[in-house]
């Protein structure tokens, strides 16, 4: 529609004229701070931005940016955003959704959007508890997780989320913290690049009702210990000065962690985000126990192929280099076939 | 049957055979029932027929009837499939109450059609696959060929597998192909009795085979001895011929409600202007119009087989903000799944076309048989006040129109429409007078391209005063960003409210919207002009209405017909229309759900007539039914 040539915008032209209405100290600020602040960098017009979302806190995130946005209803965003970008190839197409609407009542769509690789990119608030409905447990509470609706405990055991994108044979999957912009906005930025579905999952801290989720990952005095920082093509250390490393042990399926003084220098895996095989980053998705210790955030995975959007244009295009002017070919359409004439 | 009426016949002739001709008889009507296994293929021998019947000039209806099961165990009941074809020298409305002649290639086929054929009619009946195994199948003691049980009827025995087996011997092809080709001899032998032109299936059979020429040659080694078999055996005295009917002049192609609905779905989007985007999940009796837009991306079609319905309603949806035309097509159980995202676009106001092929139900009901029992749930089915436009067809050529004034409302308007097919028409078929395209409606409507507000600024729900339809403010439009959702909106700027006010004035605009759409007055048909009871219908009854009001009149028993096209709204003169009968009787294939919408709305009691057994009226029964309430007024 528009053309493509860059434009010069700042954070304030993305922010729009709605009062934002989550709870005080939500992490969700933090994120559509991040985006507010990184949409301008990409430099596309904002009326070819669109984000779409479903139901849940998170999902009222299109109303506070000021491009095109539809909040739709519980779980379907994937579906909706799949139907506007196979048939819209010229818009930038995001879905904001939450562990609930995600994983929950919309874990069909949000599996087959990852499989076909549609060209969205999907941000999965996961706050780890239902923040709308005031407070019952989601697909990604801990078992054992006491709130409203199980007062003396779940019985369930939760969704891995980048394990699931990953089983969905997702094309881009990342992980990162509402409380970090500048990682979340570089992991932002890669998946904005991407070419194909992006399934990116942002830790975000819900204050009300399930305060300090992620407290481990965040505060100096932990956090070094349980945070690992995947780069592409760099060895994974972390820890204090780099005292721990991440292995594959001969014989493993799964991958280790040891002090890094304890291993041979040639034992530290490299960090490959473009590896074909999807069991390497299914591998790094379980190396973080439900204490969240060795949790690695970063791109665990970006391969390209072939996205949903581009193999139907293909497919398209190609019936279309043979068309007419479409009345014409309609008339012949009509009268193909068994056809006879009364005179 | 009273139409099926013999008129002077010929002979004396030799044939080009040289064996002496046969008479032939005239007739106005013939109704021949194909019945067999499901992997006998009377389908497709439903459909040769058809095409040659259509070549020469009938007019034709036809019925295709089979089992859910892909091939229930072979020679079973549940695994009799069955087409039935009516063809006329004049037009006709459905495709018969019952046969004049029943092809049984089985036990299984002659025990379930048996009771549809009244006696004198004419059985052919594959006599190889009447072994003491397969009669048992089906629960017969003892062979109905070898005792008087089919006295009363004109039974041909043939062995049509021996035959045809035989008459391929000398071709290079398997016992097994050569006895699949059975339907073919079959095909040929009803072909040279009701005098059909052979050339179309001949060109069929090289087109299906194109891979595979022995089998080319195998299934025309099988039709022509059919035909020759007609021809030379002493067991078939006569012939008949069908004149062609009188019919408009054009150019004609048989087609189906499918592929009528379906076709109707690409003119529209070429008349709109638009890409045409259809999200669908297969579901009997729907998936056909799925293959058929499947084929026709050079026309500007993108379809989608979704994960599931709601997936498929919500990839139209998107499809229809970013500003295409989105469709999604799917049967009753369907629909109930795509419920929530329907109401979601009553809030968005987006176009949208949400097609159901009726089914019986409820749950899987049954699903290869017709109902029109989903009214209901096209007018109310949804949470919160959330009305949408629907649309019913009435035939298999009408989905063609129908789908085409489905997208009008939908674009026009800005709406979700419910265009209400069934099986009856889905997958009957009827000579089609193909349209001229530029007498199809203009479906041309504008994006907004800038604001719209006397104070510069844009607003997504501002309205249009005549269409009361908000702007379709498509994404990639500079300056109109906005954001749509399913929270209530303002009047006007679109932004959330949950003022009270507001949302009793949004909920009431949306209805009176909706009531607001301009549809066709309902038109009455009563020759005499002198009706005291008219017969409503919507949906498929049209045709079985239609034969039944036709027979009353001819016997001088006046009777006033009127048919909806638009069940919501209804046409502004219904009201009127219904209070100058002394009674208006309602056919339906349900339990009165159009009776009890008439009854609310307009307060008028009226005689419903309602019957579900998975099969449309019979024009007889109708017949009856009507005579017998005129009768009593």
Same mark, same amino acid.
């Given at each position: 529609?528009?053309?493509?040539?860059?434009?010069?915008?700042?954070?304030?032209?993305?922010?729009?004229?709605?009062?934002?209405?989550?709870?005080?100290?939500?992490?969700?600020?933090?994120?559509?701070?991040?985006?507010?602040?990184?949409?301008?960098?990409?430099?596309?017009?904002?009326?070819?931005?669109?984000?779409?979302?479903?139901?849940?806190?998170?999902?009222?995130?299109?109303?506070?940016?000021?491009?095109?946005?539809?909040?739709?209803?519980?779980?379907?965003?994937?579906?909706? +955003?799949?139907?506007?970008?196979?048939?819209?190839?010229?818009?930038?197409?995001?879905?904001?959704?939450?562990?609930?609407?995600?994983?929950?009542?919309?874990?069909?769509?949000?599996?087959?959007?990852?499989?076909?690789?549609?060209?969205?990119?999907?941000?999965?608030?996961?706050?780890?508890?239902?923040?709308?409905?005031?407070?019952?447990?989601?697909?990604?509470?801990?078992?054992?997780?006491?709130?409203?609706?199980?007062?003396?405990?779940?019985? !369930?055991?939760?969704?891995?989320?980048?394990?699931?994108?990953?089983?969905?044979?997702?094309?881009?999957?990342?992980?990162?913290? !509402?409380?970090?912009?500048?990682?979340?906005?570089?992991?932002?930025?890669?998946?904005?690049?991407?070419?194909?579905?992006?399934?990116?999952?942002?830790?975000?801290?819900?204050?009300?009702?399930?305060?300090?989720?992620?407290?481990?990952?965040?505060?100096?005095?932990?956090?070094?210990?349980?945070?690992?920082?995947?780069?592409?093509?760099?060895?994974?250390?972390?820890?204090?000065?780099?005292?721990?490393?991440?292995?594959?042990?001969?014989?493993?399926?799964?991958?280790?962690?040891?002090?890094?003084?304890?291993?041979?220098?040639?034992?530290?895996?490299?960090?490959?985000?473009?590896?074909?095989?999807?069991?390497?980053?299914?591998?790094?998705?379980?190396?973080?126990?439900?204490?969240?210790?060795?949790?690695?955030?970063?791109?665990?995975?970006?391969?390209?192929?072939?996205?949903?959007?581009?193999?139907?244009?293909?497919?398209?295009? +190609?019936?279309?280099?043979?068309?007419?002017?479409?009345?014409? !070919?309609?008339?012949?359409?009509?009268?193909?076939?068994?056809?006879?004439?009364?005179? | 049957?009273?139409?099926?009426?013999?008129?002077?016949?010929?002979?004396?002739?030799?044939?080009?055979?040289?064996?002496?001709?046969?008479?032939?008889?005239?007739?106005?009507?013939?109704?021949?029932?194909?019945?067999?296994?499901?992997?006998?293929?009377?389908?497709?021998?439903?459909?040769?027929?058809?095409?040659?019947?259509?070549?020469? $000039?009938?007019?034709?209806?036809?019925?295709?009837?089979?089992?859910?099961?892909?091939?229930?165990?072979?020679?079973?009941?549940?695994?009799?499939?069955?087409?039935?074809?009516?063809?006329?020298?004049?037009?006709?409305?459905?495709?018969?109450?019952?046969?004049?002649?029943?092809?049984?290639?089985?036990?299984?086929?002659?025990?379930?059609?048996?009771?549809?054929?009244?006696?004198?009619?004419?059985?052919?009946?594959?006599?190889?696959?009447?072994?003491?195994?397969?009669?048992?199948?089906?629960?017969?003691?003892?062979?109905?060929?070898?005792?008087?049980?089919?006295?009363?009827?004109?039974?041909?025995?043939?062995?049509?597998?021996?035959?045809?087996?035989?008459?391929? =011997?000398?071709?290079?092809?398997?016992?097994?192909?050569?006895?699949?080709?059975?339907?073919?001899?079959?095909?040929?032998?009803?072909?040279?009795?009701?005098?059909?032109?052979?050339?179309?299936?001949?060109?069929?059979?090289?087109?299906?085979?194109?891979?595979?020429?022995?089998?080319?040659?195998?299934?025309?080694?099988?039709?022509?001895?059919?035909?020759?078999?007609?021809?030379?055996?002493?067991?078939?005295?006569?012939?008949?011929?069908?004149?062609?009917?009188?019919?408009?002049?054009?150019?004609?192609?048989?087609?189906?409600?499918?592929?009528?609905?379906?076709?109707?779905?690409?003119?529209?989007?070429?008349?709109?202007?638009?890409?045409?985007?259809?999200?669908?999940?297969?579901?009997?009796?729907?998936?056909?119009?799925?293959?058929?837009?499947?084929?026709?991306?050079?026309?500007?079609?993108?379809?989608?087989?979704?994960?599931?319905?709601?997936?498929?309603?919500?990839?139209?949806?998107?499809?229809?903000?970013?500003?295409?035309? $989105?469709?999604?097509?799917?049967?009753?159980?369907?629909?109930?799944?795509?419920?929530?995202?329907?109401?979601?676009?009553?809030?968005?106001?987006?176009?949208?076309?949400?097609?159901?092929?009726?089914?019986?139900?409820?749950?899987?009901?049954?699903?290869?048989?017709?109902?029109?029992?989903?009214?209901?749930?096209?007018?109310?089915?949804?949470?919160?006040?959330?009305?949408?436009?629907?649309?019913?067809?009435?035939?298999?050529?009408?989905?063609?129109?129908?789908?085409?004034?489905?997208?009008?409302?939908?674009?026009?308007?800005?709406?979700?429409?419910?265009?209400?097919?069934?099986?009856?028409?889905?997958?009957?078929?009827?000579?089609?007078?193909?349209?001229?395209?530029?007498?199809?409606?203009?479906?041309?409507?504008?994006?907004?391209?800038?604001?719209?507000?006397?104070?510069?600024?844009?607003?997504?729900?501002?309205?249009?005063?005549?269409?009361?339809?908000?702007?379709? =403010?498509?994404?990639?439009?500079?300056?109109?960003?906005?954001?749509?959702?399913?929270?209530?909106?303002?009047?006007?700027?679109?932004?959330?409210?949950?003022?009270?006010?507001?949302?009793?004035?949004?909920?009431?605009?949306?209805?009176?919207?909706?009531?607001?759409?301009?549809?066709?007055?309902?038109?009455?048909?009563?020759?005499?002009?002198?009706?005291?009871?008219?017969?409503?219908?919507?949906?498929?009854?049209?045709?079985?209405?239609?034969?039944?009001?036709?027979?009353?009149?001819?016997?001088?028993?006046?009777?006033?017909?009127?048919?909806?096209?638009?069940?919501?709204?209804?046409?502004?003169?219904?009201?009127?229309?219904?209070?100058?009968?002394?009674?208006?009787?309602?056919?339906?294939?349900?339990?009165?759900?159009?009776?009890?919408?008439?009854?609310?709305?307009?307060?008028?009691?009226?005689?419903?007539?309602?019957?579900?057994?998975?099969?449309?009226?019979?024009?007889?029964?109708?017949?009856?039914?009507?005579?017998?309430?005129?009768?009593?007024?």
């Amino acid at each position: 529609m528009s053309n493509a040539l860059p434009v010069q915008l700042s954070a304030k032209d993305f922010k729009s004229d709605q009062e934002v209405r989550w709870c005080p100290g939500c992490g969700d600020y933090a994120i559509l701070a991040a985006m507010q602040t990184f949409l301008p960098e990409l430099g596309i017009p904002r009326e070819r931005t669109v984000f779409v979302s479903g139901i849940g806190c998170s999902s009222r995130f299109p109303y506070y940016l000021n491009t095109y946005g539809m909040h739709s209803i519980h779980g379907r965003a994937p579906a909706i +955003a799949t139907g506007l970008s196979v048939s819209r190839p010229d818009l930038t197409v995001w879905v904001v959704t939450g562990d609930g609407d995600a994983l929950s009542i919309g874990g069909n769509h949000l599996i087959h959007a990852l499989r076909r690789n549609v060209n969205i990119k999907i941000l999965l608030f996961n706050n780890k508890i239902y923040g709308l409905t005031k407070g019952q447990y989601s697909p990604t509470s801990e078992i054992g997780k006491i709130t409203k609706s199980t007062p003396t405990g779940s019985s !369930d055991a939760p969704f891995n989320p980048i394990s699931l994108a990953l089983g969905a044979e997702a094309s881009f999957v990342a992980r990162t913290i !509402d409380s970090d912009r500048k990682h979340l906005q570089s992991v932002l930025r890669q998946a904005a690049e991407h070419q194909g579905s992006a399934f990116v999952e942002i830790y975000q801290n819900c204050n009300i009702f399930n305060d300090g989720a992620f407290e481990v990952l965040k505060d100096p005095e932990t956090r070094d210990a349980y945070l690992i920082r995947l780069e592409h093509g760099q060895p994974i250390t972390f820890g204090k000065d780099g005292s721990h490393v991440v292995t594959h042990p001969a014989g493993s399926f799964g991958l280790a962690v040891s002090e890094a003084d304890k291993v041979d220098a040639g034992e530290v895996l490299t960090h490959d985000a473009h590896a074909e095989d999807p069991a390497y980053a299914f591998a790094l998705s379980r190396l973080a126990g439900p204490d969240l210790r060795h949790t690695p955030v970063g791109v665990f995975r970006s391969v390209r192929r072939p996205s949903y959007d581009e193999l139907v244009r293909n497919q398209l295009d +190609a019936a279309k280099a043979k068309a007419g002017e479409p009345e014409a !070919d309609l008339a012949a359409l009509l009268n193909s076939g068994d056809t006879w004439t009364i005179l | 049957m009273a139409e099926h009426r013999e008129g002077a016949g010929q002979t004396g002739q030799l044939s080009e055979h040289g064996h002496p001709a046969k008479e032939i008889h005239q007739l106005d009507r013939v109704v021949i029932r194909f019945a067999g296994d499901s992997g006998d293929g009377m389908q497709l021998t439903g459909d040769r027929f058809t095409s040659e019947t259509a070549q020469l $000039g009938n007019d034709i209806s036809t019925l295709p009837n089979f089992p859910a099961e892909i091939r229930a165990p072979a020679g079973t009941l549940p695994g009799v499939s069955s087409f039935q074809v009516a063809f006329a020298d004049y037009d006709i409305l459905t495709p018969g109450d019952a046969p004049n002649v029943l092809v049984a290639m089985n036990p299984a086929a002659l025990k379930a059609n048996i009771a549809d054929l009244p006696k004198g009619g004419t059985i052919i009946v594959n006599t190889d696959e009447f072994t003491k195994r397969n009669l048992a199948k089906v629960g017969y003691d003892a062979n109905p060929l070898e005792d008087d049980s089919l006295a009363g009827w004109d039974v041909h025995k043939v062995g049509l597998t021996s035959m045809t087996v035989g008459a391929l =011997a000398e071709l290079p092809v398997s016992k097994k192909d050569a006895e699949r080709a059975k339907n073919m001899f079959a095909l040929g032998l009803l072909s040279w009795l009701y005098s059909r032109p052979h050339e179309s299936t001949m060109a069929f059979l090289e087109r299906k085979f194109a891979a595979r020429p022995e089998l080319v040659a195998a299934n025309k080694a099988a039709f022509n001895a059919g035909w020759n078999f007609g021809e030379t055996t002493e067991g078939f005295a006569v012939r008949y011929e069908v004149p062609p009917a009188q019919m408009a002049p054009g150019n004609y192609r048989n087609i189906t409600g499918n592929a009528a609905l379906a076709l109707g779905l690409v003119a529209a989007g070429v008349k709109a202007k638009l890409p045409v985007l259809l999200g669908a999940y297969p579901i009997t009796p729907a998936s056909d119009i799925l293959h058929e837009l499947s084929k026709h991306k050079k026309l500007g079609v993108t379809t989608v087989q979704a994960e599931d319905e709601i997936a498929a309603i919500g990839v139209a949806l998107g499809a229809a903000y970013g500003g295409a035309l $989105g469709i999604t097509t799917t049967s009753g159980p369907g629909v109930a799944l795509k419920s929530e995202t329907i109401s979601l676009a009553v809030a968005l106001e987006l176009p949208l076309v949400i097609v159901d092929v009726q089914r019986a139900g409820p749950s899987t009901g049954l699903p290869t048989k017709t109902e029109q029992a989903d009214l209901n749930m096209a007018l109310y089915g949804r949470h919160g006040e959330a009305p949408v436009a629907v649309v019913a067809a009435q035939s298999p050529v009408d989905c063609f129109h129908a789908a085409i004034e489905a997208c009008r409302i939908a674009l026009k308007y800005r709406t979700p429409v419910i265009l209400l097919s069934d099986g009856y028409v889905a997958n009957g078929s009827e000579p089609w007078l193909l349209p001229e395209i530029s007498e199809l409606p203009d479906l041309q409507v504008e994006y907004a391209t800038g604001p719209n507000g006397e104070d510069g600024k844009f607003y997504p729900y501002l309205r249009d005063p005549e269409t009361m339809a908000r702007p379709w =403010a498509v994404p990639g439009t500079p300056g109109l960003e906005h954001r749509i959702g399913g929270l209530e909106k303002a009047d006007k700027t679109g932004d959330i409210s949950y003022d009270p006010a507001n949302h009793d004035f949004m909920v009431r605009t949306r209805a009176a919207r909706i009531e607001a759409i301009d549809v066709p007055d309902v038109e009455v048909e009563d020759p005499s002009g002198e009706a005291k009871v008219l017969v409503l219908g919507w949906g498929s009854t049209y045709g079985p209405i239609g034969a039944a009001s036709r027979a009353l009149r001819q016997r001088g028993v006046n009777v006033a017909q009127a048919h909806l096209r638009h069940l919501n709204p209804l046409p502004k003169n219904l009201g009127e229309v219904l209070a100058s009968y002394d009674k208006v009787v309602i056919p339906e294939m349900n339990l009165g759900q159009l009776a009890n919408v008439i009854r609310a709305r307009f307060l008028i009691d009226v005689v419903a007539y309602n019957q579900v057994r998975g099969l449309p009226f019979t024009s007889t029964q109708l017949e009856t039914m009507l005579e017998e309430v005129i009768k009593n007024v």
